[in-house]
C-alpha cells in the first residue's frame, strides 16, 4: 500500500575537474583561432560574466517574491556561488516544469527551484552535490478522513506540476490527480474542497498552512529528499566549479546560515 514511500537517497553528483595546461607558444592557424575563441568565452562566462539561474518564484522560502525582487534560500545559495565564481546572478522567473528545458538549450546556466534529483531529470541534466534535504507533505482540510499516505487511495490530489509531489502522487492507486501550474492555486483548491489534499515540498507546506485558515499538514512524511542546482550536461566545468562553490558554503558555515535565515530550528 505504501509503494510510493520510496525515499529519495541521492549521493552528490561530482562534475569532471577541467584543468588548464600550459603549452609553448603554437604557430598561428584557424583551428588553433578558433580553440583560442572558445577558450576565451568559457572564461568570460566564468570570471565577470552572468550566471543565469531559472526558477519559479512560487515556492516560498526557497524563491519567492519579496515586491519586484526574488529572494529566498534558493536565490540567496545562487547569488554566493556567483560571487565565489566572479560572476552576476540573474533570476529568471517562469513555470516550474520549463525549468529543465531552459537549462539544457541554453537559455539558463542553472536550476535552482526545491528541485530535486530524479532518474528521470538525470537523463536530460547533470546535478550538484545536494545543498538541502526537504520531504512531501500532504496537506488537508480540517476534518478530513485523511489521516496518512494510506488514505489517500481514491481521492483527488492536488499537486503543481512538474514536480516530485506530482510524479510520486501518479503511484497511488485509484488516485486522479489535478495539475496547478502553482502551489498556492493547488492549496486554493483545497480550500475550496476541490480536492481532498494536497502534496507538496514541506517548507512551502508550512507557510501554505499558515497563510490559510481550515487546512493543516500530515505529521507522518510522503517521501524524503535532496535538493540540488541542475546544469547542462555538456557543461562540465561549470558542475565542478558549482560543487567546489558548495563545498565552500558548506565548509564555512554560510550555507546553513542562509537556510536559517528562511527556517527556523523548530
Do not use: H
Not at 68 to 88: Q, R
Not at 241 to 255: F, H, P, Q, Y
Amino acid at each position: 500500500m505504501k509503494k510510493w514511500m520510496a525515499y529519495v537517497l541521492t549521493g552528490c553528483l561530482m562534475g569532471a575537474m577541467l584543468s588548464g595546461c600550459a603549452a609553448a607558444p603554437a604557430p598561428a592557424s584557424s583551428e588553433g583561432n578558433a580553440a583560442a575563441a572558445d577558450a576565451d568565452t568559457a572564461e568570460e562566462t566564468q570570471e565577470g560574466g552572468t550566471l543565469v539561474m531559472a526558477t519559479n518564484a512560487e515556492f516560498p522560502p526557497y524563491e519567492f517574491y519579496d515586491g519586484e525582487d526574488i529572494v529566498g534560500i534558493d536565490a540567496e545559495i545562487a547569488a554566493a556561488i556567483a560571487e565565489d565564481l566572479g560572476m552576476t546572478l540573474e533570476i529568471e522567473d517562469m513555470a516550474f516544469d520549463s525549468i529543465i528545458a531552459s537549462v539544457q538549450t541554453g537559455k539558463a546556466d542553472i536550476g535552482a527551484a526545491g528541485m530535486t534529483v530524479t532518474e528521470d531529470r538525470l537523463e536530460n541534466v547533470n546535478f550538484s552535490e545536494p545543498y538541502a534535504e526537504s520531504a512531501q507533505m500532504i496537506i488537508i482540510q480540517e476534518g478530513s478522513d485523511v489521516t496518512g499516505p494510506d488514505d489517500l487511495v481514491g481521492k483527488t490530489i492536488g499537486v503543481q506540476l512538474g514536480t516530485t509531489g506530482d510524479i510520486y502522487a501518479g503511484d497511488i492507486e485509484n488516485a486522479t490527480l489535478e495539475r496547478y501550474n502553482k502551489g498556492m492555486e493547488a492549496i486554493q483548491a483545497l480550500t475550496q474542497g476541490k480536492v481532498d489534499a494536497v502534496i507538496i515540498d514541506r517548507e512551502p507546506a508550512k507557510v501554505f498552512v499558515s497563510q490559510n485558515e481550515g487546512i493543516k499538514m500530515l505529521d507522518e512524511e510522503f517521501t524524503v529528499e535532496q535538493y540540488a542546482i541542475a546544469i547542462a550536461k555538456e557543461n562540465e566545468k561549470l558542475l565542478a566549479d558549482v560543487n567546489a562553490s558548495i563545498t565552500k558554503l558548506k565548509e564555512s558555515g554560510k550555507l546553513q546560515e542562509i537556510v536559517d535565515k528562511y527556517i527556523s530550528a523548530e
